[in-house]
């Protein structure tokens, strides 16, 4: 038998041709077996190719050809690879045909060699990755909140069932930190030293049904990572507030008054609980207490404080958990504020004096025609009607303001107008000036009357001469407001004076007594200029020869 390829002889039996390695086109006869053998030869790996069996079942086996006699039936199965060359035995150069062989064959296995090498590796990788990836711990598994106690008071507890913990992971930790120490720490003490208190809430007291807490990991992630190779996937889990008790809730201050006396910043209060009618005061389960001094001296604005608590040394939880436990109900507050308000208050103070109170006070002198008004412009101040009201003019208020130590409790008001009488063509000037003191106003800042009292009795005894002898006396008020300043200066050591002029706020900047010696310097410049004309004017008329009328003149203003 040939090769087809190279034409050389070939061995009965023989696959493949030893010189150029072509596979062998066998006879029909000979087919079945050849081919059953090849199949089962190409299954296998290309080693079994050439002299080892597939899997090495077959190595001490006995294979009996089809026309075989029986004395070949203990033939070793090796003889059916002679004249198939070795893969690892040098190619016969001399040949093209074997050359060609040697060279498919290498194609074939470095591919397969390069698979397994890239297969292992594979398998390795994912065996370390395996091995090294973190611990992830699901801690919803471990964990439990407990709430208890009474609604808005309620407490939260949270339970690490560290116990389980150590079941589950207590063979998987290890510790791979910087401490030599923990080196050789066994798994579950390091889980113990880990999770001691290792989870918290972040919020465990005066909890109310609906209320959300959250369950904190207290180590830093990357420190665990680090540290133990562990990974919590759900740190931050929400508990609900469930289950805590209902109490009835009652307010120990409704129909509480305080019934205010007298005037501020002098008025004093008093507790009414006559319209306290919780079941709670009227079995003396509580009382109201407050300091005694608050109802003294009062003032609008003024805060009073009264509170339920006899115990200053418990906090409010403690008192109202006690409350609770005592009498099975809850105050919705301890201690409330009542400010002081609504009191009839004496004006103290410049300032408290609005224009619109300023107003107030004088219409009421108006209306008791205790100063001149504009209506009185005109009227006759002499019988003859040669001297007449020219002008009326408020002029400001002179204020006293009670000092610390001072018994009186309302500033004293010095309301001044400026009056102008005209004889002929001379005018005059004067202060007319009425005091009000005990200035009180109510709740909504207006001035109370019945309280109000006046005087005019503060005044100097006024005369003028005109230029031509005539004269007018009898006038009630002062020249100057130096005057005036002079003579209240005897309550300078009760009060503080000041100047609030016509048109300043009296909340704003007022005239200082420097002010006031402006204007007494200012009225003396004014009579020196007035003496000044008269002189002149007199110098005038004794010029002309009407004397008779000047002395007529004369004669009647001395008689009015």
């Known amino acids: 038998m040939k090769c087809s390829n190279c034409g050389a002889e070939l061995q009965e039996g023989t696959l493949f041709c030893s010189e150029c390695?072509?596979?062998?086109?066998?006879?029909?006869?000979?087919?079945?077996?050849?081919?059953?053998?090849?199949?089962?030869?190409?299954?296998?790996?290309?080693?079994?190719?050439?002299g080892q069996p597939a899997g090495g079942t077959f190595q001490n086996a006995n294979f009996q050809q089809p026309g075989m006699g029986a004395q070949n039936q203990g033939q070793s199965f090796d003889n059916i690879y002679a004249g198939v060359p070795d893969p690892a035995a040098p190619v016969n150069n001399g040949n093209d045909g074997a050359k060609k062989g040697g060279k498919g064959i290498k194609k074939i296995l470095i591919p397969v060699i390069i698979l397994l090498v890239l297969v292992a590796a594979a398998v390795g990788g994912i065996m370390f990755y395996l091995n090294s990836r973190p611990i992830e711990v699901d801690l919803k598994e471990y964990v439990e909140v407990k709430f208890e106690g009474y609604d808005t008071l309620g407490t939260a507890t949270l339970e690490f069932d560290e116990s389980q913990f150590k079941k589950d992971f207590g063979e998987k930790l290890k510790y791979h930190g910087e401490d030599k120490d923990m080196k050789d720490t066994s798994a579950k003490k390091l889980i113990a030293q880990y999770l001691d208190e290792a989870v918290s809430l972040d919020k465990t007291e005066k909890l109310t049904n609906g209320d959300k807490v959250t369950v904190k990991f207290k180590y830093d992630a990357e420190a665990l990572l680090e540290d133990l190779n562990l990974k919590t996937t759900t740190d931050g889990i929400t508990f609900e507030v469930k289950g805590l008790e209902e109490v009835p809730t009652f307010d120990p201050f409704e129909g509480l008054e305080i019934t205010y006396y007298g005037i501020a910043p002098d008025a004093y209060g008093s507790l009414d609980d006559s319209n306290v009618t919780n079941e709670y005061f009227n079995n003396y389960d509580y009382y109201f207490n407050y300091d005694y001094e608050q109802l003294d001296d009062l003032s609008n604005g003024d805060v009073i404080t009264v509170t339920i608590k006899y115990d200053e040394t418990k906090s409010d939880e403690e008192f109202i958990e006690e409350f609770v436990t005592n009498y099975g109900a809850m105050p919705t507050q301890l201690s409330k504020d009542f400010t002081v308000e609504g009191l009839n208050q004496y004006v103290t103070k410049a300032d408290q004096i609005t224009e619109d109170v300023l107003g107030q006070i004088q219409s009421y002198l108006e209306d008791q025609e205790l100063v001149y008004t504009s209506d009185n412009i005109g009227d006759e101040k002499t019988e003859d009607g040669s001297v007449t009201i020219s002008n009326v003019e408020y002029y400001g208020m002179y204020v006293g303001e009670p000092k610390a130590d001072s018994y009186y409790d309302s500033v004293d008001v010095y309301v001044t107008y400026k009056i102008t009488l005209k004889y002929k063509s001379e005018e005059y000037s004067y202060y007319q000036v009425v005091e009000v003191d005990d200035v009180v106003l109510d709740g909504d800042g207006n001035l109370v009357l019945e309280n109000i009292s006046y005087s005019t009795y503060n005044y100097d005894y006024l005369r003028h001469d005109f230029k031509d002898g005539s004269y007018i006396y009898g006038i009630y008020g002062y020249e100057t407001t130096a005057d005036i300043e002079d003579a209240l200066s005897y309550y300078?050591?009760?009060?503080?004076?000041?100047?609030?002029?016509?048109?300043?706020?009296?909340?704003?900047?007022?005239?200082?007594?420097?002010?006031?010696?402006?204007?007494?310097?200012?009225?003396?410049?004014?009579?020196?200029?007035?003496?000044?004309?008269?002189?002149?004017?007199?110098?005038?008329?004794?010029?002309?020869?009407?004397?008779?009328?000047?002395?007529?003149?004369?004669?009647?203003?001395?008689?009015?």
Do not use: R
Request: glycine letters at 8%; hydrophobic letters at 35%.
């Open 21 to 50: 390695g072509t596979k062998v086109i066998l006879p029909e006869s000979q087919a079945p077996a050849a081919n059953e053998f090849a199949q089962n030869g190409e299954q296998g790996n290309m080693q079994n190719n050439f």
């Open 492 to 560: 300078s050591s009760y009060y503080n004076f000041k100047w609030v002029l016509a048109g300043e706020n009296a909340s704003g900047s007022a005239a200082t007594e420097a002010d006031s010696s402006d204007e007494a310097a200012e009225g003396a410049s004014e009579e020196a200029e007035d003496a000044e004309a008269e002189e002149a004017e007199e110098a005038e008329e004794a010029e002309t020869d009407d004397a008779a009328e000047s002395d007529s003149a004369a004669e009647g203003a001395s008689e009015e």
